[in-house]
């Protein structure tokens, strides 16, 4: 079912928009050549703590393990929700951070400080009952200097997202943002990624529709005022297809072992177009 945000449902997913932001934000000072990529984990779920903010990537339901950290970070060809781990991160990396973190919480009704992520069961019981303002949002990092390959590839990604976003207005299709991205991507030599898309989103992290980052203009489900989107385009410097680790059931990577990057914000569609909620400040926001 689709559901079309009141005021306040967007109000509140504005607030853990903010916070995402500014952990984005800080990431910045975090990765870095020579550090362990471990640290961007410890990153967030030290802020989580601090600012009373629940990491709901934890305890997600998967086919083989639920989930068990408040990040995704994706490696070169690791597409998406590869695990964070202890990898000493190498000039030239480029690294995905991916996560879904709510909005700053009361301490009355819940002491964030005191849970115990490693407890995934534990976590579960909070993060998937949970129903306020949240906020999904992937960045792509450069790790020192890198090639003109992975800047060219970061480059294209992002405007992806823009672009696809841009067509996100009243009376426009689905279909719009797909066709948008895929023209774009194609038209320069990257392969778009089928099989994982962007989303509705509120009052759980994963809400239709579903919003491609291929498809048809002029197709597909008709947008309006109030909806609360994520536009996520995975680019690949070779085919689209991707593989997954049947261990885990979590990681994807390219199936050609070329590189993948992706963007990801979170808006809201009002009647004067498309207002981003997890915007970082210096990028376009509409």
Same mark, same amino acid.
């Given at each position: 079912?689709?559901?079309?945000?009141?005021?306040?449902?967007?109000?509140?997913?504005?607030?853990?928009?903010?916070?995402? =932001?500014?952990?984005?934000?800080?990431?910045?000072?975090?990765?870095?050549?020579?550090?362990?990529?471990?640290?961007?984990?410890?990153?967030?779920?030290?802020?989580?703590?601090?600012?009373?903010?629940?990491?709901?990537?934890?305890?997600?339901?998967?086919?083989?393990?639920?989930?068990?950290?408040?990040?995704?970070?994706?490696?070169?060809?690791?597409?998406?929700?590869?695990?964070?781990?202890?990898?000493?991160?190498?000039?030239?990396?480029?690294?995905?951070?991916?996560?879904?973190?709510?909005?700053?919480?009361?301490?009355?009704?819940?002491?964030?400080?005191?849970?115990?992520?490693?407890?995934? =069961?534990?976590?579960?019981?909070?993060?998937?009952?949970?129903?306020?303002?949240?906020?999904?949002?992937?960045?792509?990092?450069?790790?020192?200097?890198?090639?003109?390959?992975?800047?060219?590839?970061?480059?294209?990604?992002?405007?992806?997202?823009?672009?696809?976003?841009?067509?996100?207005?009243?009376?426009?299709?689905?279909?719009?943002?797909?066709?948008?991205?895929?023209?774009? =991507?194609?038209?320069?030599?990257?392969?778009?990624?089928?099989?994982?898309?962007?989303?509705?989103?509120?009052?759980?992290?994963?809400?239709?529709?579903?919003?491609?980052?291929?498809?048809?203009?002029?197709?597909?489900?008709?947008?309006?005022?109030?909806?609360?989107?994520?536009?996520?385009?995975?680019?690949?410097?070779?085919?689209?297809?991707?593989?997954?680790?049947?261990?885990?059931?979590? =990681?994807?990577?390219?199936?050609?072992?070329?590189?993948?990057?992706?963007?990801?914000?979170?808006?809201?569609?009002?009647?004067?177009?498309?207002?981003?909620?997890?915007?970082?400040?210096?990028?376009?926001?509409?």
């Amino acid at each position: 079912m689709i559901t079309l945000k009141s005021a306040r449902e967007i109000e509140a997913m504005d607030r853990a928009g903010d916070f995402l =932001a500014s952990i984005h934000i800080g990431l910045r000072e975090v990765i870095k050549p020579g550090v362990d990529m471990w640290a961007v984990e410890e990153y967030v779920r030290k802020r989580c703590k601090e600012e009373n903010v629940l990491p709901l990537q934890i305890g997600v339901d998967g086919a083989v393990m639920d989930y068990p950290y408040a990040t995704c970070c994706g490696l070169n060809d690791e597409v998406a929700h590869a695990f964070p781990r202890h990898y000493i991160l190498k000039e030239g990396d480029l690294l995905k951070v991916d996560m879904v973190l709510s909005e700053p919480l009361d301490k009355s009704v819940l002491d964030v400080s005191k849970l115990n992520f490693d407890n995934v =069961a534990e976590m579960k019981t909070y993060t998937q009952d949970y129903k306020g303002g949240l906020a999904d949002s992937c960045w792509a990092y450069a790790v020192g200097q890198v090639s003109e390959e992975v800047q060219n590839l970061m480059d294209v990604t992002r405007e992806c997202m823009y672009i696809g976003i841009e067509q996100a207005k009243v009376g426009n299709r689905i279909g719009d943002i797909g066709a948008a991205i895929q023209d774009y =991507a194609e038209s320069r030599g990257y392969g778009v990624v089928r099989d994982l898309v962007g989303h509705g989103v509120g009052p759980t992290m994963h809400e239709e529709p579903m919003v491609p980052n291929y498809g048809v203009a002029g197709r597909g489900l008709r947008l309006k005022e109030g909806m609360v989107l994520t536009i996520e385009p995975m680019i690949n410097t070779g085919t689209w297809e991707i593989d997954t680790d049947m261990k885990t059931g979590w =990681a994807h990577k390219t199936l050609d072992g070329g590189l993948s990057c992706q963007y990801e914000h979170q808006f809201v569609i009002t009647k004067d177009g498309p207002v981003i909620l997890t915007s970082q400040g210096e990028e376009r926001t509409y």
